[in-house]
Structures are given as C-alpha cells and as structure tokens.
C-alpha cells in the first residue's frame, strides 16, 4: 500500500526498464474535456493506456470567495458561499450561518431548525441525483442522466417555491430563516417523497446489478480506510471505505441528533461501493425529511439577531455534513462588521487529493470514473 | 483482342514477384520490405491458380491457401520482430540492424 | 456463369496488381505503400475470381486485407515514422538489387518466350464454381491432412513468437 | 436490352440477375438497395434519435417537420453545405480516401444479401465468405482516418477499434461455422440430421436459407440450445464490430471525444456516419439470414396451405395501415394551435401516403387471391420475401437502439478480455458441439 505521506505529483516509481521505453506519454486532460466535470485540468502519465501518475492543475475557477469575504459584511457574505458547491447550495448556506450563529452564541430556533434539516437533505438528494446521472454518463449509460434529472427538478421546484430561487437559494439566514414556509410546502414534500422513492429503485434497476456497470466500477478506485483518513477524505467517499464517519451523528449540528437514521459503509472502497453507498444515502435522507415534515414545530422562525451583526472578538470552527463531505467554515472576527479572515475547508478539494492514488495502476478510462465518483464541483475546489 | 490463356497471368505474376524482388533488395524500411515479400507470395499464389485451372485440379489452389498460411504467420513474427527491435533502437531501416547480439 | 468481357477485366485487374507493386515499391511513407499493397491484393483476389477459384480469392480478402494488412497499418502506427520519412529510402547497392532483379525478369520472360507452346492449345477444362469450395475442403482433410495440420501448428508457433517478441514483459 | 428488361418481368424466371447474367437488371438491383439503404440509414437516424429520447423521457427532435420527421433530411443538407476542413498537418489524400473506403465496404457487401429467393444482386458461391471479408475491410478505413488526422485521440481511436475489430472477427466467423455447419445436415425437424445426401453444405446466402426452409427450422432453433448459443455469439460480436454502444470504446466520448473522426466534420463525418448504419444493417441481414431463416415468413410449414399463405399475405400491408394509423393519431394529438397547423396537415398527410401504401399492398395479395392471376402471386411473393427480411433486420435495429440506451460502456481490456476468453471458447465450443450432435445423430 502507497503511503500517502511520501506521495509527490508524478514520483513514479520506476523499477527495472530493459527496454528504452518509447511508450511513455503525457496526456492533457481538460480544462476542456467532457469528462472532467468543469474546468479540471488533469496532466495524466500514461504507459500505454496505464497511468503512471497524475497530477491535477486547478483554479481555472477561482474567484477569491475567501478574499470577498474580508470586505462584505457577515449579512452580505451569505449568498456568496452558495456559489461554491453550486449543486449544494442549501448546505453551504447552512454551514456559514451555523457558524456565525455559533460566533454569536445565538440558537436558531426549532421549527427553522426543522425546516433547515428538510431543506438540506432535499438538496443532499439533488446533489447526489446530479451526481449519479453525470457518473453513470462518464461510464457509458446515458439514461440515467435524464431520469436523476428529471427528478431533480422537482426538488428545485421545491426550491423556487419556498425562495425563488433554484440552484443558488440563499434559503437560510443567520439566525434562523428569512421566510415562513409557503402553503402546502409539507404536501409538498410528502408528495415529493412519495414520488422519488420508486424513482431511486428505477436507477438502481438501470445500474446495481448490470453486470457492466459493476464490472466498471468494482476494484476501481480503491482507497483503504487508513490512506483516506490520511489524506483527510470524507463523506461518501470515507464511508465508502468502511469509516463510520458522518458529522450529522459525530458531532451532530441543526438538530439531526432527534432523527433516527442510518449511516451507511462500504467494504472495500472502490467505485461500486461508493455508488452504493451514495444511493442509500438518499434514502436515509428521504427518512430524514419523513421525519421531519412529520414532526415540524409551530413557532418563531427566527432566533433575536442584532441587525447589524458585529461578533466579538474570537474565532470559531464550525463544519457541517455537505453531501460531498465535511464542508466547514473557520472565521475570525476582529470585532467590526465584516470577518478578518474566513478560510473553508471545502470537501471536493480535499476528496480530489485522493485522484493520485486512486488512479494508479489504473486504465485511462478508470480516471474518467474515478472523477466521477469522488463528485467534485470545480466551484468548491476552485472557490 | 485474343483470349485470356495461362500465359497471361503467369506474366503479370512474373512483373509481380520481380516487384516484390525490387523492393526486398533496395529499400531500407523493414515494413515496406515485409510488404514487398507479400507482393512475392502473391506473384507466386497467382502462378499457383493460374497452373491449377490450366491442368483442371485444385491442387494449386490448396497449396496457395498453404501459402496464404503462410504469410500470415511471417507476417506475425516480422512485424513482431520489428517492433521489439524498434524498442530497443528506435529506427526500421534494415541496413541499420547489422548487430548480430544486443 | 460465364465470365463477361473477360480480356477487358483481365487488363484492367492486372494493371491495378502492378501499379500497386510499383507503388508499393517507391512510396516514401509506409502507409501509403500500404494502401497500395491493399489495392494490389483485392485485383489480385479478382484474378482468383477470374481463374474459378472463389475460394481462394474469399480467403485472400479476408486473411491479407482484413487481417495482415491491418497487422501491417498497426505496426506503421506504433513505430513513428517521421524520421523514416525524411531520411535516405533505399540502400547503398540499390543499383545492384535492381540491375539483378531486372534479369531475373529478363530469365523468366525468356522461358516463358521459349515455352509458349507448353501453354497453349490447351484449352482450359471447365471447372464448375459451385462446387469448388467443397471441393477444396474435400482435399484439405483429405490428401493434404498432414499439411493441414502442420499449418495449424505454424500459425500457434507464430502467434506464440510474435507475443513474445513484442511483449515487453512477460 | 429490351429484351433482358422484359425477360425479367417475366413471371417464370427464377434466380438472381447475378446468376441469370442480366446485367441491366443486376445493375437495377444495385440502384434499388443503393437507394433502399440509404433511406433506411436516414429512417434509422430519425428512430434512432426519436426512441432513444423517449427511453430517456424526452421528446427527441420535435421541430423540422411533424415529430421531427424531416430532421434528417435537414441534418444531411446542413452537413452538405458545411466547410470542407482537412486539417493542415493531416495526410491529405489518406484523410479524403478514409471515409470512402468504409463506405465502400459497407455498401459492397449489400450485393449478396438475399431479401428474397431471387431478390439479390448475385448468388455467389461464397456469399458468406464474402459478406464477412469484405465488411472486414471496412476496418482499413478506420485505421486510416485515425493516422491521417495526425492527432492523439484519432490515433487512439482508430487502434482501439482495429484491434476490438479484428479480435471480435475471430469469434464471429466460430459463430457463422457453426450455422454453416448445420446447412449440411439435411434432416428435418429440431433434431434432424439425414443420412442421406452428400453431406455437403453452402456458403452461398440464398443456399442458407434455403437449407432452413428445407429443415423445416431456424437454424436459432436447430439443436436447441446450440444454435441459438451460436446466434447469441454472434448478436454480441456484431454490435463489437460495428463500434455500437456497448462496444462504442473507439467513440467512447467521455475519454477519446469522437475517437477516430475526431478531426472529420461534414460531408466526410457523414460519409463514416452513413458506413455505420449501413454496416449495422448489413451485420443484421448477416444475422437475419444465418438464423432467423431469412426471407421466411414464421411457421412456412406448420401453417402452411393457401389459406395461412393469405393471411400472412396481409401482414405488409396491415403494417402499413398501422403506421399510417399512428401518424394519424399524432394528427389528432397534435396541438390546436395555429402554429401547428402546416405541421398537422404535414403528419396528416404523411399518414395517408403510408396508409394508401398500406392499402396498396393489401390490395396486391386480395386481387391475386380473387383472380389468381400468375405475375400477381409472383410479385405479392416478392413483396412478402423483402417484407419479413425487412422487418426481422428493423428489429435488430431497434435493439441496437436499446442496447444504447440501457447498458454503460465496456472498458478496453474488459472488452478483450469478453472477446477472447469467453466469447471464442464459448462459440469454439458450440462449433464443436454441434458438429458432435450432428455426427451422433445422423
């Protein structure tokens, strides 16, 4: 096994070469490329059709989200950190305001609470749906694509009834939320719910036990428990691994900890369990919000915020469960307006780190899936 | 124009496997030399028809199957040969490879 | 069946055969030669349709343009070519290779001058198309077993050198 | 000339143009499938768009035309009318003689498909071994575009499909032995093998189906479940050797962008375009002829007698009918808006000319049943020979279409390690069995 820390971008270990190789080649993948999900530039080192290393060239994407930061005011910075994992915007809204709110030492309240839980588990499935659908694409299927689509956009329906808006919401605020549920949003959701679970039963009939599929994904990919933790992966792709990780029960934030749930792990790491695993996920998340609509308090929606929201001086680490992994926010407050620094820990950037050694010894079209199933936005690991 | 004999296409076999001789003895690129040796066994596998319909048995034409066989199997290994001499010294010309141990 | 405008096709398939040859020849790049090869193959397997021996001329198709000649365009990709391109194409006796050659075509044109008569006023017994392939699978498994046979452990010896040749490690 | 047109027509003549050496009609032949399969490549385009979108719940091509009946043709015009690029670094003439050699090929082996006992172009002796040789071919034109592009993912392509090719050949022609194998058997029946004859079997593609129609058996059914392993090998291998999803790896899009016409656009694009579905079709008639008893209608001899001959007689026609009905149907559904209203008359137009066709073609077999003149039975026999070739090869078609829509792509070593480790001992395998139960039961 490779260990992670004595890894360097394209130290190949080269044993005897009887030969003058004159197979080795280097192959730009991106920014421009089908498969790579955005504007990922990946300079592969290939044998043949072996790859010999990676290396990946990021920040085609950068727009300074961190640097914005220093110069908003902590009202005015909210809605930029849903353009980060734009497919998950619910979630990154969620971290950034439980984060103030913990600089603050304010307690949203239950019934924002409750709809803050719905919300991000409806957008755990919609980023999981997108990430099927483009997975399954990268490897050849190309119906699944329009069916998690299809079904995607009913929770963005959801969405644009609730806020207005469909990929980047801006749904919560510090403090608790901006807007009182609309009505028949619980239908709604039920509805919803109703509706999506014969729709994940469909996709997993077009995938789980299609032999090419499982032929595609087993033992691609590998990652064992101790290089992920080493390197700092999460989510599914730690769980895949077999580490019962999940901050929504470690260390639980909102109010996961009233919900019952399960946590699911994979064996061996590779691509097919992390598309298990991913799949029941969003079922557990539609138990989730099951729960939730059911047991939705009456009451205020927000907690008492000052409004102009100046912290004291301190600084304060908060992560949350995104559907890509741990996403978490560490701020520093001088004590004005607008944060001194803000620094995310964003999942996809660490995931991606994991490429390397997933890769090697790999085929071509294994890299294809790997990113694929390490679900990256360029957003977030760009910022 | 008088009819098409035996004759005739043991000519054209002739200018074919004189081609084929051509090539075998001036060029230098190994792959077009192995071409110019499938030239030659095809002037030869014409001879082999032409004769078999002139005595009216097919015993020609078996043997140019054989032959045909036979080709493919040269074919395999010099193409083979090729490549792993083209690893280890990079060029196909044939007046290069004058090494009789690597 | 018989043959329609027999002399028109004869002259036309052989002088396709030699172009190709000639082509083959003095191509500077492989694959062209290798095209040329290809065209040279197929007015070939049309002089075998020409001789009522269909079969030889299916197989002709199949296993040296379908097969070796692929083999061939493979192996022109895989070894560069650009620098084969540019540099000398044939050797330093190419006079004598020709000049040699050139005799061997004068020896076989003479003979053939000389032996006309051994060829001629026989007239070319019929042989019927449609039973030529049977027939050719009747002499196959039966006088030429062994040599069947043999064949079929060529090509396992080829196919085993040519692996470990070009492998580079086994 | 008159005369050679006018012996044709004659309703004792049997056997093709080929065979007869009727050169104005076997040139007609060729003009007829020529133009048959290029509609049936441009019918294709539009399904192939049209079912693969409602798999995937969309609508597919909705604007030019009624239902996007008229997208292909729009489609061919605009690639028609696009710039000729050749890249400068490219082999010129290599580049320009790619697509046509694949097209060629692909079009070559079309003159011994037989869509009826004299409905071919020519009878040869070989036909099989023709038919596999030189769709074989088409493989050098691959080979070429990817090296004359001079590019790195053309390249790849091209040896990725060269070598997926010629190794999936190997396991198709087991499969098509073995289907030979069993023209020479001579019995009757699931299980029957005759001693008597000689033993002897044809490679000549009208022979093949003949020899089914003598064994009163598809050769999918001829030594249950050999002959249908051998078809199965075959129904796979086809899909490999003509680059369809499944197999697409020289196209895969995801890792190669278009693979080996990477580089080609417009009217080149459309020529490799126009080589695919032709050759998909003709692997199709391969497989349609081998073992799904050709030309045949189902149960010729179990329902045999003047009564079923009729009833099948109507088929052609009533599918006809049917069509038009759906199209007509569409004209109903349509949206009552004046927008659609050229788009409705279109449809509903469009579904006359099929149902007239339909009528048509019931009319044919019902005035030959009334009047039971010789050149009408003799034509309505044609028109149901081409009918069920043509409709057992559309259902290929289809699952083509299918296969697209349902399975994920193979990975290059999978995909040899399918074609050389199961694929050839498992046909290698059912040759030998069936020439085992072949010689045991006869």
Request: aromatic letters at 20%.
């Given at each position: 096994m490779t260990d992670p820390n004595t890894i360097s971008p394209l130290d190949l270990e080269t044993p005897e070469r009887p030969y003058l190789d004159s197979n080795e080649l280097i192959i730009n993948m991106g920014p421009q490329h089908p498969a790579t999900h955005g504007v990922l530039r990946v300079i592969l080192k290939l044998d043949g059709e072996k790859v010999l290393g990676t290396e990946c060239v990021i920040g085609y994407l950068h727009r300074g989200v961190e640097k914005i930061a220093e110069n908003r005011t902590y009202t005015m910075f909210n809605p930029y950190v849903d353009r980060m994992d734009y497919v998950a915007a619910v979630s990154n809204g969620l971290g950034y305001c439980q984060a103030v709110e913990k600089l603050l030492a304010v307690e949203a309240p239950p019934r924002a609470n409750y709809m803050r839980v719905i919300l991000t588990e409806l957008n755990r499935i919609a980023s999981h749906q997108l990430w099927l659908g483009t997975h399954a694409l990268d490897i050849g299927a190309m119906t699944p694509l329009f069916y998690t689509f299809r079904d995607r956009e009913e929770i963005l329906k959801i969405f644009e009834k609730y806020c207005g808006a469909r990929l980047t919401t801006h749904a919560f605020r510090i403090g608790g939320l901006q807007y009182e549920t609309y009505a028949g949003f619980e239908k709604d959701v039920k509805n919803f719910v109703d509706f999506v679970k014969p729709k994940i039963d469909e996709y997993e009939e077009l995938l789980t036990g299609n032999r090419i599929w499982i032929e595609r994904t087993k033992n691609v990919g590998v990652i064992s428990a101790r290089d992920a933790i080493a390197l700092g992966v999460t989510g599914p792709v730690l769980r895949a691994s077999g580490v019962k990780w999940d901050i929504r029960r470690a260390q639980p934030y909102a109010n996961y900890a009233d919900f019952d749930f399960e946590i699911p792990i994979g064996e061996n790491g590779d691509t097919y369990d992390r598309y298990i695993v991913r799949m029941i996920e969003m079922r557990q998340s539609l138990r989730i919000i099951e729960q939730a609509v059911a047991g939705i308090p009456e009451g205020p929606i927000m907690a008492k915020v000052p409004k102009v929201i100046k912290p004291a001086v301190g600084e304060i680490y908060h992560s949350i469960e995104a559907p890509k992994g741990e996403l978490g926010y560490f701020i520093v407050s001088d004590g004005s307006t607008q944060p001194y620094r803000v620094r995310v820990r964003p999942p996809s950037f660490v995931n991606l780190q994991a490429l390397d050694i997933m890769v090697r010894g790999m085929l071509v079209a294994d890299v294809v899936a790997v990113i694929g199933t390490l679900d990256i936005v360029l957003g977030e690991v760009d910022r | 124009m008088a009819d098409i004999g035996t004759l005739h296409y043991l000519v054209v076999a002739a200018a074919l496997f004189v081609l084929g001789v051509i090539g075998v003895l001036t060029r230098r690129n190994v792959v077009i030399v192995l071409m110019s040796i499938e030239l030659i066994l095809n002037a030869v596998n014409l001879n082999l028809v032409a004769f078999s319909r002139m005595w009216g048995n097919l015993h020609g034409q078996v043997f140019s199957i054989f032959i045909v066989v036979d080709a493919a199997a040269e074919a395999a290994v010099g193409l083979g040969i090729l490549i792993a001499f083209f690893r280890n010294k990079e060029t196909i010309n044939v007046d290069e490879i004058d090494l009789l141990k690597w | 069946m018989t043959p329609v405008a027999t002399p028109f096709f004869f002259y036309m398939l052989s002088g396709l055969a030699i172009i190709g040859g000639l082509l083959v020849i003095t191509r500077r790049n492989a694959v062209h030669s290798a095209l040329a090869l290809i065209l040279t193959l197929l007015a070939v397997a049309g002089l075998y349709l020409m001789l009522y021996a269909p079969f030889v001329a299916g197989v002709q198709i199949i296993v040296y343009a379908g097969g070796i000649m692929v083999l061939f365009l493979f192996v022109i990709m895989l070894v560069s070519l650009e620098r084969t391109v540019k540099e000398?194409?044939?050797?330093?006796i190419w006079p004598v290779g020709l000049l040699a050659s050139c005799a061997l075509l004068a020896l076989l044109l003479g003979v053939y001058a000389k032996g006309k008569t051994l060829f001629e006023g026989r007239p070319a017994p019929p042989l019927t198309e449609s039973s030529n392939t049977q027939q050719i699978g009747l002499m196959l498994y039966g006088n030429y077993m062994f040599a069947f046979e043999v064949a079929s452990l060529l090509l396992l010896v080829a196919i085993l050198g040519a692996v470990i040749m070009a492998k580079k490690r086994i | 000339m008159l005369d050679s047109l006018k012996s044709f027509l004659d309703g004792s003549v049997s056997g093709t143009p080929g065979q007869l050496n009727n050169q104005v009609w076997a040139l007609i032949y060729v003009l007829i499938i020529f133009a048959g399969v290029s509609v049936a490549v441009i019918a294709m385009n539009w399904l192939e768009r049209k079912a693969l979108a409602h798999f995937q719940v969309r609508l597919g091509p909705m604007r030019v035309g009624p239902h996007g009946l008229l997208q292909p043709i729009a489609d061919a015009v605009k690639l028609l009318i696009k710039e000729d690029i050749i890249p400068a670094e490219s082999d010129k003439f290599v580049f320009w003689i790619a697509p046509l050699i694949g097209l060629l090929a692909a079009f070559t082996v079309y003159t011994v498909v037989p869509f009826g006992p004299s409905q071919a172009v020519s009878d040869m002796n070989i036909g099989i071994l023709f038919m596999l040789g030189v769709s074989s071919l088409a493989v050098l034109g691959i080979v070429m575009a990817g090296w004359a592009s001079n590019s790195h993912y053309p390249l790849i392509g091209a040896l990725r499909s060269s070598a997926q090719m010629v190794s999936y050949e190997v396991a198709m022609g087991l499969a098509v032995i073995s289907a030979i194998l069993m023209t020479s058997l001579h019995g009757t029946g699931l299980y029957g093998v005759s001693s008597l004859g000689d033993g002897t079997g044809t490679l000549s593609m009208i022979g093949i189906v003949q020899a089914q129609q003598e064994q009163h058996v598809w050769f999918l059914f001829k030594f249950f479940p050999l002959g249908l392993i051998a078809f199965v090998i075959f129904a796979i291998a086809m899909v490999a050797e003509t680059n369809r999803a499944p197999f697409d790896l020289p196209e895969a899009e995801s890792e190669l962008t278009a693979g080996f016409h990477t580089e080609y656009s417009g009217l080149r694009w459309s020529l490799f375009m126009l080589a695919e579905y032709a050759a998909m079709i003709a692997v199709s008639s391969i497989a349609v002829t081998l073992w799904l008893g050709g030309w045949l209608r189902p149960f010729p001899n179990l329902l045999s007698g003047a009564t079923w001959d009729f009833i099948f007689a109507l088929f052609p026609g009533l599918t006809f009918l049917a069509l038009g009905a759906i199209a007509l149907l569409g004209t109903v559904r349509m949206p009552k808006h004046p927008y659609f209203k050229i788009q409705t008359i279109g449809l509903a137009a469009f579904g006359v000319v099929l149902a007239g066709i339909g009528v048509l073609l019931l009319a044919v077999p019902i005035a030959a049943k009334v009047s039971n003149q010789s050149i009408l039975s003799r034509s309505t026999e044609a028109l149901m020979n081409v009918y069920w070739f043509v409709a057992k090869v559309a259902v290929f078609m289809y699952l083509y279409i299918w296969y697209r829509a349902t399975w994920p792509r193979y990975r290059f070593d999978q995909l040899m390690k399918v074609g050389w480790k199961v694929m050839l001992p498992i046909s290698l395998g059912a040759l030998i069995l069936t020439a085992i139960v072949g010689v045991l039961l006869g």
């Open positions: - | - | 000398r194409q044939f050797n330093r | -």
